[in-house]
């Protein structure tokens, strides 16, 4: 599983929330600052077509999902995966 966060440093409520959900449900995730990524920012507008940050990549098992902003519903999505996977390799 890959979970990339590409933000901007100050002033994004959405991306200081977005980060403090995966933080405090324990999972890893790579923040990438798209202020001084050129190839990151391009990679987010241009192959991906988003225009609001937080973009968050979820790469698990080959199947990628991908948001823009805010969205409480898919991180708890990922979260309830993850939680789910840790139960598997516990059980």
């Known amino acids: 599983m890959t979970l990339t966060i590409y933000t901007k440093p100050a002033g994004c409520f ?20 798209v202020t001084t990524n050129q190839a990151a920012f391009e990679y987010i507008t241009e192959e991906l077509g988003y225009s609001q940050i937080p973009v968050v990549v979820y790469d698990k098992e080959n199947t990628e999902d991908h948001w823009s902003g805010l969205n409480p519903a898919k991180i708890a999505r990922v ?6 996977a840790r139960e598997g390799v516990l059980s």
């Open 79 to 84: 979260i309830e995966i993850e939680a789910a």
């Open 14 to 33: 959405g991306c200081a929330k977005t980060k403090q959900k995966f933080t405090d449900a324990g999972i890893a995730f790579t923040e990438v600052d």
